[in-house]
């Protein structure tokens, strides 16, 4: 089976800026026929230079923009935060590197897709990758070595000419792959293990924000649950937020209206171990109202360059119901994220970020990816989390829309030597990505495994724009593709319009023979009711 096709993707060089917006609110009932489970809609509320001067903010002359009404917007250039000089472009050729690529999931077959594009890259690893990763031509997947065996992962990268690791999960990044890596000079995009407690423990992440002023919401820590109910109860109430201070695959965030479900969710996180060690220490913040959005920029050598924005769904039901999840699909850009915001975000949240990190001490390497929430009125943005790596499934819908050379971009910030020419070389189709995420029956609970997933190649064959990013499979012994998780497909499109890149999404679902798999039917719905002028 061949799932390859790529995407036809349109280059603009124009700059156009976006339009500002506020949430959206209400939907509209979709019926999409397919053999897939669909959960129903319900209306809901939406809450969510040259550069040679030390400490600067530079304006962007990249744009992230969406379609509305015909009229299109692109990135052609981009601008860096810099906290030392720039290095100067090298004029020599620049060798094609091989890479290997940490991770299994969806986020690493889009890199991989992408990397594969790359002028600079030779040839692609993936260690452990999935079915899907194992179908793209000059890919090789590494079955026998553990990316927690970190000598294993040193002798592969030496034994292969391994130019350049990307490693896409934060796990691994938390265990300190990085380091191990980095000790034997080999060159890795990804943070320390010190640099990766950003991610790793909210409480890291949230003092850093006290000290360094990067707005976010009002907090406190525990790690004694009789104080945090009692904090909650005389200093809070509700609604109030709970969270797992380390790591909880993107699930341990509980939104309590009640101080009741508050005290609820703090013995289940603290006490009952819902989320394990993860729970041991608790965040418990103020309730921020707005849009949600994500921004993704790349660090190295004190160089941050923006990339893109985008919005994902982290309800498991129609309407943004249900349960919370990894993610059930996503689009880019955001048009919630306008020019003025990005600038604002870059300026307000990732530079002093950066600059943070390294006064204390853990300089940071690898791409940083701010979780906001935008006010939907005075249009100011708070910083609800950092990732230290892409976003699943946001990383796919930007991969989708991505121009220039990744590997470069990658390899400029591992080794720490980004060029003027790497930061103005970035550039993005003006057309949206769309991706829809095809899960297991009864993902988030428990789910089987095994089931065969069938005509993958004329799913993704139904339009020119559409590129099935794979999860959670694996390969039968015959070689059919078996569901292997919770999130096993990501339906990627592009369109002229978000509509049309759903639509194209959807046409491609249909196709695909997988009974025991359900999906979303609304993704993108807040972006299409703003380009329709449905929404605000």
Known sequence: MTTTTSMMMTTSNTTTTMKRTTTLRGTTKKVFPSSFSRTKKNSSSVSSGKMMMMMM???STRRSGRRRGGSASSSSSSSAIVFSAVAPASSSKKKKKNVLVIGSGGREHALIYRLLQSETCEKVFALPGNAGIATEPTVTSIADVSESNHADVVKFCKSNAIDLVVVGPEAPLVDGLADSLRAENINVFGP???????EGSKEFMKN????YNIPTATYEVFSDAEKAKEYVRTVTGAPIVIKTSGLAAG???IMAETV??????IDELMLNKQFGDAGDTIVIEETLFGEEASFFAVVGGDVAVPLASAQDHKRVGDGDTGLNTGGMGAYSPAPVVTKEIEEDVMKNIIEPTVRGMREEGCEYNGVIFAGLMIDEKTKKVKLLEHNVRFGDPECQTLMARMESDLCQLLYAAATNNITDDDVKSVKWSKEPAVNVVLAAKGYPG???????????QGAEESTAKTKIFHAGTASGENGEILANGGRVLGITAMGTSVKEATKNAYVAIDKIDWPNGFCRSDIAYRAIEREEGRGK
């Open 251 to 253: 699930k341990g965030v």
């Open 208 to 211: 850093l924000c006290r000290k």
């Open 57 to 59: 903010f530079v304006k």
């Open 260 to 265: 009741e479900e508050a005290e609820k969710a």
């Open 192 to 198: 320390s293990k010190k640099a990766a407690q950003l």
């Open 446 to 456: 428990s789910y089987s495994k095994g089931d065969e997933i069938k005509n993958l």
